[in-house]
């Protein structure tokens, strides 16, 4: 099993930048993609922005330009987040898909962190 941690959220004004972070840990494990979905109150979960293990990068409409989404050779991603709006304001998700090869044969895992919160001020 996988376990991702998220960090980083918190409270900022419109205009202002927030780092999201995102560790994975578990027993032997490789990352294929990882990514970041945010769920507004009363709205579904929605995708933010994605990056594959080759890195390349695929982004809401609604951030390009101003969040960037990297992850190291490792198990660790990250969201720079610039320019934040109000309507940013929402509970941010980390997710990655691979495979453990803790059992054989390996097994296909797509696992969720416990959500960081991310208000921005007007």
């Known amino acids: 099993q996988v376990q991702l941690v998220e960090s980083g959220g918190g409270l900022v004004q419109a205009g202002g930048s927030l780092r999201l972070s995102c560790a994975a840990s578990?027993?032997?494990?490789?990352?294929?993609?990882m990514g970041w979905y945010r769920q507004a109150p009363g709205k579904q979960r929605d995708f933010v922005a994605t990056?594959?293990?080759?890195?390349?990068t695929n982004y809401a409409d609604s951030v390009k330009g101003r969040f960037t989404i990297s992850r190291d050779n490792a198990k660790n991603t990250w969201l720079q987040m610039n320019s934040l709006k109000p309507e940013d304001t929402a509970v941010y998700y980390c997710?990655?898909?691979?495979?453990?090869?803790?059992?054989?044969?390996?097994?296909?895992?797509?696992?969720w962190g416990q959500g960081t919160q991310v208000t921005v001020s007007s």
């Open positions: 997710n990655a898909d691979g495979v453990v090869y803790d059992q054989y044969p390996p097994k296909d895992f797509d696992s």
């Open positions: 578990g027993s032997r494990f490789s990352i294929s993609s």
């Open positions: 990056i594959t293990n080759g890195g390349r």
